[in-house]
């Protein structure tokens, strides 16, 4: 990762920890329910959906076909 996506990542990183307002705002694409956002593997968590959408360079990759399927 460069320096800019580092930056950019730990950016949003620290938004959402700071601001949960920010985390308020994202919400599931398919059931419009609310995300959970997962630190360690620094994805956007849709219990609803059963979907973890990517967070890459700082950007979430809002898109139910760029997501992975999660059992839980």
Partial sequence: ???DATSRSSALE??????PRL???LVCPVTRAELIYDVSQ?????RAAKLA??????VPI???EEARKIES
């Fill in 1 to 3: 990762m460069t320096n």
């Fill in 14 to 19: 620290k938004s959402f920890r700071t601001d």
């Fill in 23 to 25: 985390l308020e705002l």
């Fill in 42 to 46: 620094q994805e956007l968590i849709s």
């Fill in 53 to 58: 959408y990517p967070i890459r360079d700082g």
């Fill in 62 to 64: 809002m898109l139910p």
